[in-house]
């Protein structure tokens, strides 16, 4: 490591040391520190793990998928250099990858992993080098910050093709868009997907891709597994859904864990997650797939997925005053939508936090609440203590579930999130959980709350 | 007195629904139970053939540019005429950014080419170099007991321009509006409304889905008046949305960190 990348670290590790003595998360500040010092401080940390960097991005599950796929390096026996706490901007992973650094400049592990958001994939790839990127899927997400799906696509691609030849990219074969990328992939691609029958779905749920990439028909679905993933062809041009490579041919899913049976290229594997929802059996595929293309084990596969323990927000579990607190991050429609449904599971009554926030971060435009199917939750209300309507935009979410036909007397709101928490805390019946469900501003603040409280550990300390 | 029914016409719902404009079609039919009439709604999409005098309130959301143009075709020249019949009969009508764009004479990109609009509402479109985005707020003097606030948010970079036969639907308060120069927001034609408002727009407005309730009866049931709901939710959100514009007016850029 020159000097200059010396300097860069010794100071983004004093901001990290700094942060976290005033009690912040210090999860991006100490990295935008050090990238003015040395904007190639991340190409040069990048280049020491001597097996390489996987990136892994798409618009839900990076966080979960990165998670699953550090659990089992990790029971590999592998060290690794990655961003858990899932700051996923160059500034958050060059905090990642200084804070593993010694005050020497060296970067003893073997593997480097980073989940990346969508927009950064062309800038992280050309500072990563990867030798593997893994996509899990298309959603419409934050629509004015990225415009238009196309837009991502772009993104990714832009990723994909700095790829070497001897590199891989793991696609998901059942979300069309995903499936669109191999063509621009210079790697070769490994494609993973569902291939359970009992999953498929009968109702139609929001599916904003609708139509063929290669030719512009309207996409037709032999099943649909989630949203507009699924076993598609283009009735024009026969673009289909690509043979997965893993496939998970049986899924249980529970209201605590899920079941997985995977065929793979090296046989198959039968495992159990600690999380619930077809949409973290699709993260387990990913971690699968990457994991193994990478060449490790599926024992050591099947061991990391069991000790995989569910990340910061991620339909997290606290306990507090005698209460089970489930924490999961919201932040589009869909994601929201399988919230909601792993919520409604189990026989105890729920008693809800929902904390909409508008800032950059979360979204400014909360128009997307209009496409969460909150008719759901309103028509199990019966299930339901109470919901408290919470963060800055508290009253645009009372709105919206009064709309949904929720009974006005179980509503109330609580813009500041200390108030409403300890509300909820209060409100809920003895051994009932309470959830909370704050889009990403609120999750953060929420959290320092949490442990300023004396509940939870500080999120870095996991 | 006789049960009241209002047809709705959702426009292309698969594929104009962006930024939670479907909550427009929610907001209508909801208040519509609360006021004890019933709603059938209809979705009509691509390739359909239909008479729209035939049905009381359409509505059509906004939608990306590769939907867009997916229906501007069939827009034209499979439901325009129809469309033509349904405005100048009373039929009411409200149209979402994308949406009323198309309603429109004409949309000129920012390469100078001009793509036809349907021409309901005298107004025109030229794409603009600057995103108007944010939260808005406007004064709109559409409403019989006196000027009423509306709330959204927009989120655009065509710059819509009005002609003489359309009223604005509002006076910029907070926002850009139509076109980010000349204080107005939306267009109204008969009962035909087109705005940028996301939000989206009935929601928190709920004086706005008020007045098109009573515009669909109109045509079949002449005059009704709506018995009063208890809209202290609403209210409130209406003012802490007012407040939020003015503490964010600015303060919120498009684009990518």
């Known amino acids: 490591m020159d000097s200059r990348g010396l300097l860069a670290i010794w100071v983004g590790k004093v901001a990290i040391g700094l942060s976290r003595w005033l009690g912040k998360g210090g999860s991006t500040f100490p990295g935008r520190v050090a990238r003015r010092i040395d904007p190639d401080l991340l190409k040069k940390l990048a280049r020491l793990p001597k097996e390489g960097n996987i990136m892994v991005s798409g618009t839900n599950g990076k966080t979960t998928t990165s998670r699953m796929i550090a659990s089992i390096l990790e029971a590999a026996g592998k060290k690794v250099v990655h961003n858990r706490a899932g700051a996923n901007l160059l500034v958050g992973i060059t905090t990642a990858y200084l804070a593993r650094a010694t005050w020497t400049g060296q970067l003893e592990v073997d593997v480097g992993l980073a989940e990346v958001d969508e927009a950064s994939v062309p800038k992280a790839?050309?500072?990563?080098?990867?030798?593997?990127?893994?996509?899990?899927?298309?959603?419409?997400?934050?629509?004015?910050?990225?415009?238009?799906?196309?837009h991502t696509f772009s993104f990714i691609r832009e990723g994909l093709e700095q790829l070497p030849a001897s590199g891989l990219a793991i696609l998901n074969a059942d979300d069309p868009l995903v499936a669109s990328l191999a063509?621009?992939?210079?790697?070769?691609?490994?494609?993973?997907?569902?291939?359970?029958?009992?999953?498929?779905?009968?109702?139609?749920?929001?599916?904003?891709?609708?139509?063929?990439?290669?030719?512009?028909?309207?996409?037709?679905?032999?099943?649909?597994?989630?949203?507009?993933?699924?076993?598609y062809h283009c009735p024009r041009c026969g673009f289909r859904r690509p043979e997965q490579d893993y496939a998970a041919?049986?899924?249980?899913?529970?209201?605590?864990?899920?079941?997985?049976?995977?065929?793979?290229?090296?046989?198959?594997?039968?495992?159990?997650?600690?999380?619930?929802?077809?949409?973290?059996?699709?993260?387990?595929?990913?971690?699968?797939a990457t994991t193994m293309s990478l060449g490790i084990a599926a024992e050591l596969v099947e061991k990391g997925l069991r000790n995989f323990v569910t990340s910061f927000g991620r339909m997290e579990r606290l306990s507090m005053a005698g209460h089970d607190v489930f924490l999961a991050l919201?932040?589009?429609?869909?994601?929201?939508?399988?919230?909601?449904?792993?919520?409604?599971?189990?026989?105890?009554?729920?008693?809800?936090?929902?904390?909409?926030?508008?800032?950059?971060?979360?979204?400014?435009?909360?128009?997307?609440?209009?496409?969460?199917?909150?008719?759901?939750?309103?028509?199990?209300?019966?299930?339901?203590?109470?919901?408290?309507?919470?963060?800055?935009?508290?009253?645009?979410?009372?709105?919206?579930?009064?709309?949904?036909?929720?009974?006005?007397?179980?509503?109330?709101?609580?813009?500041?999130?200390?108030?409403?928490?300890?509300?909820?805390?209060?409100?809920?019946?003895?051994?009932?959980?309470?959830?909370?469900?704050?889009?990403?501003?609120?999750?953060?603040e929420m959290r320092e709350i949490i442990n300023k409280m004396g509940y939870g550990k500080p999120f870095w300390e996991e | 007195?006789?049960?009241?029914?209002?047809?709705?016409?959702?426009?292309?719902?698969?594929?104009m629904n962006l930024y939670g404009d479907r909550g427009n079609i929610i907001a209508f039919t909801?208040?519509?139970?609360?006021?004890?009439?019933?709603?059938?709604?209809?979705?009509?999409?691509?390739?359909?053939?239909?008479?729209?005098?035939?049905?009381?309130?359409?509505?059509?959301?906004?939608?990306?540019?590769?939907?867009?143009?997916?229906?501007?075709?069939?827009?034209?020249?499979?439901k325009g005429t129809s469309l033509h019949e349904a405005v100048e009969a009373g039929v009411a009508l409200l149209g979402i950014c994308g949406a009323y764009q198309l309603l429109g004479r004409s949309y000129k990109t920012g390469e100078g080419l001009e793509l036809p609009g349907l021409n309901i509402l005298d107004v025109w479109t030229e794409a603009g170099h600057r995103r108007m985005i944010g939260n808005i707020v406007e004064e709109s003097d559409l409403f019989p007991g006196g000027p009423k606030t509306l709330v959204g948010f927009e989120n655009h970079s065509g710059r819509t321009f009005l002609g003489p036969k359309v009223r604005p639907l509002g006076k910029v308060l907070v926002g850009y509006g139509n076109n980010g120069e000349d204080g107005t927001e939306?267009?109204?034609?008969?009962?035909?409304?087109?705005?940028?408002?996301?939000?989206?727009?009935?929601?928190?407005?709920?004086?706005?889905?008020?007045?098109?309730?009573?515009?669909?009866?109109?045509?079949?049931?002449?005059?009704?008046?709506?018995?009063?709901?208890?809209?202290?939710?609403?209210?409130?959100?209406?003012?802490?949305?007012?407040?939020?514009?003015?503490?964010?007016?600015?303060?919120?850029?498009?684009?990518?960190?």
């Not at chain 2, 007195?1 to 594929?15: F, G, N, Q």
Request: aromatic share 10%; with cysteine; hydrophobic share 40%.
């Open chain 2, 1 to 15: 007195m006789a049960d009241l029914t209002i047809s709705v016409c959702h426009l292309y719902p698969d594929l």
């Open chain 1, 183 to 231: 063509q621009f992939s210079p790697a070769p691609v490994t494609f993973y997907g569902l291939a359970d029958p009992s999953l498929a779905q009968e109702e139609e749920e929001t599916r904003d891709v609708r139509f063929c990439r290669q030719c512009g028909e309207r996409l037709e679905y032999g099943r649909t597994y989630y949203a507009h993933l699924g076993w």
């Open chain 1, 330 to 444: 919201v932040k589009n429609p869909t994601g929201f939508n399988a919230v909601i449904k792993t919520l409604l599971t189990g026989p105890e009554k729920k008693n809800v936090i929902i904390a909409i926030n508008d800032k950059y971060a979360d979204g400014t435009d909360i128009s997307w609440l209009w496409d969460v199917d909150f008719e759901r939750l309103a028509a199990a209300e019966d299930k339901i203590n109470f919901v408290l309507a919470s963060g800055i935009r508290g009253e645009d979410m009372a709105v919206r579930l009064k709309y949904a036909g929720f009974p006005v007397q179980k509503l109330a709101i609580e813009n500041d999130l200390k108030l409403a928490l300890e509300e909820g805390l209060r409100r809920a019946g003895t051994g009932e959980p309470l959830y909370i469900l704050p889009t990403y501003t609120a999750l953060l």
């Open chain 2, 30 to 78: 909801r208040r519509c139970e609360w006021h004890g009439i019933k709603t059938v709604v209809q979705s009509v999409t691509l390739n359909q053939v239909v008479d729209f005098t035939t049905f009381d309130f359409i509505f059509m959301g906004g939608g990306q540019d590769r939907e867009q143009q997916a229906i501007c075709y069939d827009f034209q020249q499979v």
């Open chain 2, 186 to 257: 939306g267009a109204v034609y008969q009962h035909a409304i087109g705005t940028y408002l996301h939000g989206s727009a009935l929601p928190k407005n709920p004086w706005l889905t008020d007045l098109l309730i009573t515009w669909a009866l109109e045509r079949r049931y002449g005059r009704v008046s709506l018995k009063e709901l208890d809209d202290s939710l609403e209210v409130r959100a209406h003012q802490a949305a007012r407040r939020r514009a003015q503490e964010t007016w600015g303060k919120i850029k498009a684009g990518v960190k």
């Open chain 1, 249 to 288: 041919r049986s899924v249980r899913v529970g209201s605590r864990t899920t079941q997985l049976e995977v065929s793979t290229p090296a046989g198959d594997l039968e495992t159990e997650i600690a999380v619930p929802g077809v949409y973290n059996a699709y993260n387990a595929l990913a971690a699968v």
């Open chain 1, 125 to 150: 790839a050309r500072e990563l080098a990867p030798r593997a990127i893994t996509v899990t899927n298309f959603f419409r997400d934050q629509l004015d910050r990225y415009g238009e799906l196309e």
